[in-house]
């Protein structure tokens, strides 16, 4: 079976914008198209549920309704229990509200490992906890490659370690890490592990509970749905760390890593996202549970992805003028390519625009990874990310842009 990608764009109401036409988008990493399930479900949350959910008249209890038909289906898709799933403003402010968590939970001397490979987002936060009088120690990535070695980690752990952090995979290196290798590393030296999705459920919306780490982060607006950061919280760990929301709150799993009150229309809207992967399971005939039907999708998603990556790769490797960041096989990584060169990469992405090629320069809140690869920040990496619904089409335009101005 393989992807239909008629199908697919037209869940897209981006493809029939005439506005649009013409533009290849390559910069899905930062934040993809939406669907249209979740447009819609906007759409009606605002016109026909826009009050304070939950109270007992219809418009408020089909509100509230809808937020849990959000979660519920969601945590079905990704392996976990409901009240394992909450919603935060964006994956960054998650990870500071888990950050201020972990400071209240953890002695001074204790440590934390981060990596050098992560966006700013999963690093930041936990960097900042020596404030506290936490120890942070950096896993570090080969600068050549960019690629995390499990081993070293091995070799970093002992008892003062609470927590472990790393990205499922990088938005610059690109490569996709063995999150369940690694957290079992984690867990066997008695760590938590909290793992930054935010560059994977683009490719496939995970199956969380099999790949076992204890918080699991991404961001809706980057996997077709509303502005909206994702975290999956499980159970032991979410009920053993202190309770971040209202005192009278805490006996609510979901409730005790979200201090702000939610997004009521984003957090309903997001059930379009559950909505679009039926949609495609049942339209490729993937059957079972949402589970199931997750994962069918999920591999449907990365064998398109797949295909239409390695030419790029190839070219990328091929060309003495760019620095292919990242692995050059396609089975290893994510559709996000980030090239580094002499040239500025800003303006790089400004002679793509001529050829419809809508990409972006800079460091992409990644300065560390590139930095620790010897990138030069001042110039950045061209970043050409996509996804399953770019087609064929699309990866040839980028490659007869990127031949003219490389
Ligand atoms: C890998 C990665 N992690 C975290 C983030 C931060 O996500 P948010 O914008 O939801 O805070 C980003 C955003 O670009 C990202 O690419």
Not at 134 to 152: A, N, V
Not at 201 to 223: M, Q, R, W
Not at 301 to 310: F, G, K, N, S, W
Request: net charge negative; aromatic share 8%; proline share 5%.
């Amino acid at each position: 079976m393989t992807l239909d990608l008629d199908f697919v764009r037209a869940q897209f109401p981006a493809f029939s914008q005439a506005s649009l036409q013409g533009q290849a988008f390559f910069e899905n990493a930062g934040g993809s198209y939406t669907c249209g399930a979740v447009i819609d479900r906007l759409t009606r949350y605002y016109t026909q549920r826009k009050v304070q959910p939950y109270a007992p008249y219809n418009a408020s209890r089909l509100a509230g309704e809808e937020m849990d038909e959000a979660r519920t289906r969601l945590a079905a898709i990704m392996g976990v229990d409901t009240d394992e799933v909450s919603f935060g403003p964006s994956t960054t402010q998650n990870t500071y509200v888990l950050a201020q968590a972990f400071a209240e939970f953890m002695a001074p001397g204790e440590a934390i490992v981060v990596t050098n490979q992560d966006h700013e987002a999963n690093s930041g936060p936990w960097r900042r906890l020596t404030e506290r009088g936490i120890e942070i120690r950096e896993w570090q990535i080969d600068p050549e490659t960019g690629h995390l070695d499990p081993e070293t980690l091995a070799n970093m752990l002992d008892e003062q370690v609470r927590l472990v952090v790393f990205p499922h995979c990088s938005n610059v290196v690109g490569e996709i890490n063995p999150v369940t290798e690694i957290t079992s590393i984690a867990h066997a030296a008695g760590a938590f592990v909290c793992v930054d999705g935010v560059s994977y459920a683009p490719h496939g919306i995970p199956n969380v509970g099999e790949l076992g780490p204890d918080i699991y982060l991404f961001s809706a607006y980057k996997t077709y749905g509303p502005h909206q950061g994702i975290m999956v919280m499980r159970r032991v760990l979410g009920m053993t760390l202190p309770n971040q929301g209202h005192h009278f709150n805490g006996d609510t799993l979901y409730k005790r890593f979200t201090p702000a009150g939610p997004d009521h229309a984003q957090v309903a809207a997001s059930a379009g996202m559950a909505d679009y992967i039926d949609t495609m399971a049942s339209h490729h005939n993937i059957a079972g549970s949402a589970a199931e039907k997750g994962a069918g999708v999920h591999d449907l998603m990365r064998a398109h992805e797949e295909v239409l990556l390695q030419p790029l790769l190839d070219y990328a490797s091929s060309k003495n003028s760019v620095r292919l960041i990242g692995p050059a096989q396609a089975a290893s990584r994510a559709p996000t390519v980030a090239l580094a060169s002499q040239e500025n990469a800003e303006d790089l992405a400004e002679k793509l625009v001529k050829h419809g090629i809508m990409a972006g320069g800079g460091d992409f809140y990644a300065q560390r990874p590139l930095g620790a690869m010897g990138v030069d920040l001042s110039k950045g990496v061209l970043r050409l990310s996509f996804t399953h619904y770019t087609s064929k089409g699309e990866i040839d335009q980028l490659l007869n842009a990127l031949d003219d101005i490389l």
